[in-house]
């Protein structure tokens, strides 16, 4: 009799006595019977004194309404949902918002949690005394996707885009050069020889080594198609010599706070799959750009949504109270799914399929039963939450490789800068990228204050140094004085005249993990974590977040609403509707 009890009424928690006559068909009911008989499953049941266990069940076995715990405010403890995105940075959020709004009909229970007290995960806006900078990305490419998300949640009139016309500098033999953003520049390119840039033009259409039958690295790419000037005899000559042309080819991606990686062991495949592909589909970078634009003018394109700027030219873009305006944006759209200082304790497996997930709130525990579970956290922290599901996957999520980046937003006034970087009588550009052979330790300089409106006060220049990364680890243990100390030394032997004040240090934000690196092997292993889910079983649990989508803000956004798409293919498919 005990057995049979449980298992018809499996959601055992006692709670009130109510008469059998106000038993409603379709609510869920509690009720209290006296202590039962020892064989009972204890697991089951929760004691309420030592003569009654209470318990909670639906009476209706078609009801529709999940059984909930109550706390002592009368809130729901525990919650029934079709998809819980764990972690609200800018993948969880879009994520959300793209299942909320275009998958509303297959996924109408949606929650995003969070254990911060904020959303935006790396995104990180700060602003005081007149000054408003960045301690995590800077600035997004202005993609129709990234516009598309900005125009609906109300920010259109709120974006600010930089000046493409504006220089991006390199830092070679002691001095800033200027790096080619047409083909008329490429005469007057310094950074090479005219062997070398002849080297370069007959590899970009076809006339170099073919690839080889292995991942290559991005070091390996740049110098099979654009050469390396070198005879091959002194293995440093090479490296500086790859680093004239690597610099330039990545400035963009460096510039908008990619990788801060080694391009010696960067897989070229993932992490600017773009570039490798027009040499796999066109038999050259050439042909590939010249193929892609071939099929680009044969492919119809839809209708533009109107409602969208048009941005001119290369630029990056942001918004006029930083980029932490848009991750609040959406979460003020998401409203109430939205779920902050919400810490997943565990996950498990429900034997009715789907997820339950314990999570330690300020409210005290809460259990949340899902349907499918989407994890944008850090690979990582991902690893340790679902190591008790897989060892195999977690194993796989464990070998990602996070290095340190530090973040220091500086200000000099405008008398510091050196008379020769003034152009028309201003600081313009985009910035400057430093390659480490070239004897500085900052990785390369934003010119905050010249790229976006408003971001100083007048006279003064706002500058965000990257500084750590894969070639330089060490940097977690200097102190802020050490480190500031480093990017004021380095700014001096190129933009800041050597007798002006010590600068006025604004924020030092040091991330221990900060950019997955997309390595060589990096898309196996992510196979492999996938791989791992559908072999243990766990069907609906998706991962997400930038080390698979991508680093950059955009591919983040975009890689979203793929992840999205795949959520609604699995629900629509769900057996336990």
């Not at 109550?70 to 525990?78: A, L, M, R, T, Y």
């Not at 998809?83 to 959300?96: D, E, M, P």
């Not at 589909?281 to 700027?309: C, H, M, V, W």
Request: aromatic share 8%.
């Amino acid at each position: 009799m005990a057995t049979a009890l449980t298992d018809l009424l499996p959601s055992l928690t006692f709670r009130h006595s109510f008469p059998a006559k106000n038993l409603h068909q379709n609510s869920p009911t509690f009720l209290v019977f006296p202590k039962l008989s020892s064989n009972l499953h204890s697991s089951r049941l929760t004691k309420h004194n030592k003569h009654e266990f209470r318990f909670k069940c639906s009476i209706a076995k078609d009801s529709t309404i999940s059984p909930s715990a109550v706390n002592k405010d009368g809130e729901s403890n525990s919650y029934s949902v079709d998809c819980v995105i764990v972690g609200a940075g800018i993948s969880g959020l879009c994520i959300a918002q793209a299942l909320s709004t275009k998958h509303g009909e297959i996924a109408s229970k949606v929650i995003v949690t969070e254990a911060q007290n904020r959303v935006g995960g790396n995104i990180s806006t700060r602003e005081r005394d007149g000054y408003l900078w960045e301690e995590g990305p800077n600035s997004f490419q202005p993609s129709d996707t990234m516009l598309s998300v900005a125009v609906d949640n109300g920010l259109k009139d709120e974006l600010v885009l930089a000046d493409p016309t504006a220089p991006r500098f390199v830092l070679w033999d002691g001095k800033l050069r200027p790096v080619p953003s047409k083909p008329a520049d490429l005469p007057v390119f310094d950074l090479m020889s005219i062997k070398g840039k002849l080297r370069a033009g007959l590899g970009a259409i076809g006339i170099r080594p073919p690839p080889p039958d292995r991942e290559e690295s991005v070091e390996e790419f740049v110098r099979r198609n654009l050469g390396d000037e070198t005879d091959g005899s002194k293995k440093e000559q090479r490296h500086l010599n790859l680093s004239r042309i690597y610099s330039p080819v990545c400035f963009k991606m460096v510039n908008t706070g990619v990788y801060a990686g080694d391009p010696a062991k960067l897989s070229m495949r993932a992490a600017f799959e773009k570039v490798w592909r027009l040499e796999q589909n066109g038999g050259s970078i050439i042909g590939g750009a010249f193929k892609a634009f071939q099929q680009k003018d044969k492919t119809p394109k839809p209708p533009r949504d109107p409602r969208l700027p048009k941005p001119k030219g290369q630029t990056v873009g942001s918004f006029k109270k930083g980029l932490a305006m848009l991750p609040a944006a959406i979460s003020k759209s998401l409203g109430n799914m939205v779920k902050l200082s919400w810490k997943l304790s565990s996950i498990q497996k429900s034997s009715g399929g789907g997820y339950n997930l314990t999570y330690e709130t300020p409210e005290g525990l809460i259990s949340v039963q899902a349907k499918s579970v989407i994890m944008t956290v850090p690979s990582h922290v991902a690893s340790d939450l679902l190591h008790p599901l897989s060892s195999a996957v977690a194993d796989s999520l464990s070998k990602f490789y996070y290095p340190p980046v530090a973040a220091v937003s500086i200000s000099y006034p405008f008398e510091a800068i050196k008379k020769e970087r003034l152009i028309d009588g201003e600081l313009k550009g985009f910035g400057q990228l430093h390659p480490r052979t070239q004897g500085v330790e900052t990785l390369g300089t934003i010119y905050s204050s010249s790229l976006f409106p408003n971001r100083a006060p007048p006279g003064r220049v706002l500058l965000l140094n990257f500084i750590g990364g894969a070639t330089n680890t060490g940097i977690v243990n200097k102190t802020e004085g050490e480190i500031v100390e480093a990017v004021d030394r380095d700014l001096r032997k190129m933009l800041i005249t050597s007798n002006s004040k010590d600068p006025l240090v604004l924020g030092v934000r040091v991330w221990p993990q900060a950019i997955p690196q997309f390595l060589v092997g990096h898309l196996d292993t992510l196979a492999d974590a996938k791989r791992g889910l559908q072999d243990g079983g766990l069907h609906g649990l998706f991962l997400g977040g930038n080390y698979v989508s991508g680093v950059a803000l955009g591919r983040c956004v975009e890689g979203a609403f793929e992840n999205a798409a795949e959520v609604a293919k699995f629900l629509s498919e769900y057996s336990f509707k």
